[in-house]
C-alpha cells in the first residue's frame, strides 16, 4: 500500500484544515487507518484512527471533539477534518495504514506516508 497525504499548510489559530490521504491498491479495506503527528523535538503521537468499515473511531484526547477522522472505502481516500485549531497543533502530519493491530502505536503501522506540515499561527 503507498499512502500520500495532501492538504496542510498554514492557518491561523481557531481555523480549520482537512488533510486527505490517497491509497493505492485494491486492499485498502483490509487496513484499519491512522493518522499520527510528530512536532520537531518530539516523538511521533497518535492522533486518530478508524475501523476498515469506518464503523469505529478514537482520537487522542488532545484532539477529541475537534478533529474527525472519515474514510471512503469507494475511493480508497481517508481524511482528518480539523476545526478549532491551536498552535500547539503545528506538527508534519501522517497518514498510518495497519493490519489486524487495533492499538495507537506507531510500532502497529505497517505502512506510512511522506507526512503533511501543519503549521498554526498564534
Known amino acids: 500500500v503507498q499512502l500520500v497525504e495532501s492538504g496542510g499548510g498554514l492557518v491561523q489559530a481557531g481555523g480549520s484544515l482537512r488533510l486527505s490521504c490517497a491509497a493505492s491498491?485494491?486492499?485498502?479495506?483490509?487496513?484499519?487507518m491512522r493518522w499520527f503527528r510528530q512536532a520537531p523535538g518530539k516523538d511521533r503521537e497518535f492522533v486518530a484512527k478508524?475501523?476498515?468499515?469506518?464503523?469505529?473511531?478514537d482520537y487522542a484526547d488532545s484532539v477529541k471533539g475537534r478533529f474527525t477522522i472519515s474514510r471512503d472505502n469507494t475511493k480508497n481516500t481517508v481524511h482528518l477534518q480539523m476545526n478549532s485549531l491551536k498552535p500547539e497543533d503545528t506538527a508534519v502530519y501522517y497518514c498510518?495504514?495497519?493490519?489486524?493491530?487495533?492499538?495507537?502505536?506507531?510500532?502497529?503501522?505497517?505502512?506510512w506516508g511522506q507526512g503533511t506540515q501543519v503549521t498554526v499561527s498564534s
Open positions: 491498491g485494491r486492499t485498502f479495506i483490509t487496513y484499519s
Open positions: 498510518a495504514a495497519s493490519l489486524f493491530y487495533s492499538g495507537s502505536s506507531p510500532d502497529g503501522v505497517a505502512y
Open positions: 478508524v475501523s476498515r468499515n469506518g464503523g469505529s473511531t
